[in-house]
C-alpha cells in the first residue's frame, strides 16, 4: 500500500450517488477525501479489522472473501470503478465481516467515518442513493447464494457466467463479452469448487461452442449461450 496522497476531485463526478451533485459540492467534499493505491493480491481490509473508512474504486477492481474455518477461500463479491465498501462498519460500528483483496492495480478514495457522517448522511439526497446500492447489494449477494448452492458443477459455473454477464458484460456482435478477467482458480472460490473441475467445465463449453476464451482471461458468451 502506498502512503496517502492529496484529494483528487475529478473520480468523484463519476460515482453514481455523488452525480447530482454540483462542481463547488463536489470540491467540498473531495477536500475530505484521500487516496490510497494497492497492488495486485495486496489485502486492503482484514475479517474482523474496525472499518474506520467508507472506500470508494476509483480505479481497478477487488474481491470480497471469507476463509472456512479449514482455510478454504470463498469469493462473496467483486466490485469494479465506482463501487464502494466498507460503509457497514460506519454505519453500524462493527468490524469487518470479510476480507478485500485487490485484483489488480486499485486505487482507493478513503473517507472517514465522521466526515461520511457529517457531509453524506446529512444530505438526503445522497443518502437515498446509498440506501439504493446497498439494497442492490443485497440482492447480489442473494443471486450469489444461488449460484452457489445451484445443483451440480456445469450449472454453478454456468449460473456464475450468467450472473457475471448481468453485471460485467459488454454487447458485440458475437455476443456479451465479460469485461471481468477472472483465472480459473477465482471462479473456483466464486462456486465452491476446485480449480480442475472449473478449467475442465470451461473447456467443454467451449468445444461446444457455448463460450469463447479471449487474450487477457476474458470469456465471451456466444449469442447461444442463454443470458
Known amino acids: 500500500m502506498k ?6 476531485r475529478q473520480p468523484l463526478a463519476y460515482l453514481p450517488f455523488l452525480q447530482h451533485l454540483p462542481a463547488e459540492q463536489l470540491n467540498e467534499l473531495a477536500d475530505c477525501i484521500k487516496t490510497r493505491h494497492f497492488s495486485r493480491n495486496q489485502v486492503i481490509l482484514r475479517a474482523d479489522e474496525t472499518d474506520r473508512y467508507m472506500y470508494i474504486i476509483t480505479s481497478g477492481t477487488v474481491k470480497v472473501v471469507q476463509a472456512s474455518d479449514k482455510g478454504k477461500e470463498s469469493i462473496l463479491a467483486i466490485h469494479k470503478k465506482g463501487d464502494f465498501f466498507g460503509e457497514m462498519g460506519i454505519l453500524d460500528g462493527q468490524t469487518s465481516p470479510a476480507t478485500v483483496i ?15 457522517h457529517d457531509l453524506f448522511l446529512a444530505d438526503p439526497a445522497i443518502s437515498r442513493q446509498i440506501i439504493t446500492f446497498l439494497c442492490g447489494r443485497l440482492r447480489d449477494s442473494w443471486l450469489m447464494q444461488r449460484v452457489q448452492s445451484s445443483g451440480n458443477a456445469e450449472e454453478r459455473v454456468v449460473a456464475l457466467l450468467r450472473h457475471m454477464a448481468a453485471r460485467h458484460g459488454v454487447q458485440d456482435q458475437r455476443g456479451t463479452i465479460l469485461t471481468m478477467r477472472l483465472t480459473h482458480q477465482e471462479i473456483a472460490e466464486f462456486v465452491s469448487l476446485s480449480r480442475e473441475t472449473v ?16 487474450p487477457g482471461r476474458k470469456i465471451l ?6 443470458i
Open 3 to 8: 502512503p496517502l496522497g492529496k484529494p483528487n
Open 102 to 116: 485487490a485484483l489488480e492495480e486499485t486505487t482507493l478514495a478513503l473517507i472517514s467515518r465522521a466526515d461520511f
Open 199 to 214: 478449467s475442465r467445465l470451461l473447456a467443454r463449453l467451449a468445444r461446444n461452442g457455448t463460450i469463447e476464451i479471449l
Open 221 to 226: 458468451l456466444n449469442k447461444s449461450f442463454n
